[in-house]
């Protein structure tokens, strides 16, 4: 079993900068890649960035390209995302995604095996 604890979350203004952490945690598993997730209040959860965790070839959305920035600590096996000039439109769950194998669709949710429990991100203008 794999659990997944992300933190970070909050209020914030637009154009203020927050990171978020996730901490993965339990028996031994193959960690090939994690994610952040989003899911705004009445949409579906999106993609957001993801980490492969023997490279850390990155990957972002559009929305969030340029903004914020992905990054992990193979020994703490703890990824982050550094969010900066946040956006009203950021304001969502974030959530912690970890794969175990590869999958090319990997922008969707069901590429991955685990999530955590989601922080909120607020941001108002």
């Known amino acids: 079993q794999v659990q997944l604890v992300e933190s970070g979350g909050g209020l914030a203004q637009a154009g203020d900068s927050r990171r978020l952490s996730c901490v993965a945690s339990?028996?031994?598993?193959?960690?090939?890649?994690m994610s952040w997730f989003r899911q705004a209040p009445g949409k579906e959860r999106e993609f957001v960035a993801r980490?492969?965790?023997?490279?850390?070839?990155?990957y972002y959305a559009d929305s969030v390209k340029g903004r914020f920035i992905i990054s992990r600590d193979n020994a703490k096996n703890t990824m982050y995302l550094q969010m900066n000039s946040l956006r009203p439109e950021d304001t969502a769950i974030y959530y912690c995604?970890?794969?175990?194998?590869?999958?090319?669709?990997?922008?969707?949710?069901?590429?991955?095996?685990?999530w955590g429990q989601g922080t909120q991100v607020t941001v108002s203008s």
């Open positions: 339990g028996q031994s598993f193959n960690l090939y890649a």
């Open positions: 980490i492969a965790w023997r490279n850390a070839i990155t």
């Open positions: 995604a970890l794969a175990t194998k590869v999958d090319s669709n990997y922008m969707s949710p069901s590429a991955n095996d685990y």
